[in-house]
């Protein structure tokens, strides 16, 4: 039970590894907030947990107003702003610029960067404000280790001709996640950034991907990941005593070459 005094938010977790890194989470004594726009699968993954354990705040996580509400439950359900914040929502986009669907463009970079951008935006500000007195070796911060944790991906950090247009929102989240983590590391605040290769869940449906694409994958290299694979990288991360960061974590199935 190492996460047993925290209060966590995560995104995107009506499915896939954010649905596993809230369970994980729980399992590890958290009580968790759970995002996304399917409201009823958010009932119901809240009323497994437990309601002492989870709460439901359906939403689109590119919403800020969404994003504040999903804040303030967490703070009147658990009595305490949630001081672990799992950025997870997203999707993914077959293709390049030449090749994928222009008019998905605009609700993934919304969804992929601004939404990052904006629950980055409003967890930090209610983190800083947990610690007011000045930061240093002994800061307050010690006792009471604060996480922003973000799901990038490996086509954030290595190019991928087939997903070209979604790696780009990556590259992005990766460029401001490494932002956040220098300008909030000096407040005790954690920004991790975890990037997972293949993980099988809804994710290339919704991406578009044929079918046929993604069995040739599991061919070459699987087993893939399972979001549990990802969620136990969370739970490592935020376990950590409160002086020690565990920053960038780069996931892939053992036999993924590439990207
Ligand atoms: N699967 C992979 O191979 C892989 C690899 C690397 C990184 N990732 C990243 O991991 C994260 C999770 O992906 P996954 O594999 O778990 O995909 P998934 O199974 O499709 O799950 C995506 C989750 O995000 C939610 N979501 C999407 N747009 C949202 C929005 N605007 N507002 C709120 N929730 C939203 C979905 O719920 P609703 O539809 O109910 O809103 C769902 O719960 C994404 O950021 C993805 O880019 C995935």
Known sequence: MTLQQRVAL???ASAGIGLAIAEHLVKAGARVVVNARRAERLDALAARLGPDR???AAGDAADP???TAALDLARSRFGADADLVVINAGRGLAGSAITSDPAQWGEMVRTNLLGVAHLIRQSAQRM???AQAPAGP????RSRPRD??????VVGRHVSPFSSMYGSTKFAVHGLVEGARRELAPSGVRVTLIE?????????GVAGYKEEWFRSILERIGPVLEPADVARAVVFAASQ???VHVGDVLLRPVRQDYP
Do not use: K, N, R
């Not at 002994?138 to 911060?141: I, L, M, N, R, T």
């Not at 922003?148 to 991906?153: E, P, Q, Y």
């Not at 997972?196 to 290339?204: H, I």
């Open 65 to 67: 107003a969404a994003l």
């Open 138 to 141: 002994e800061g307050p911060w």
């Open 148 to 153: 922003i944790v973000v799901i990038g991906s």
């Open 54 to 56: 989870a709460a439901a």
């Open 128 to 130: 800083l404000a947990m």
């Open 241 to 243: 005593p409160a002086h």
């Open 196 to 204: 997972p290769g293949f993980v099988a869940s809804e994710f290339q």
């Open 10 to 12: 995560v995104t995107g």
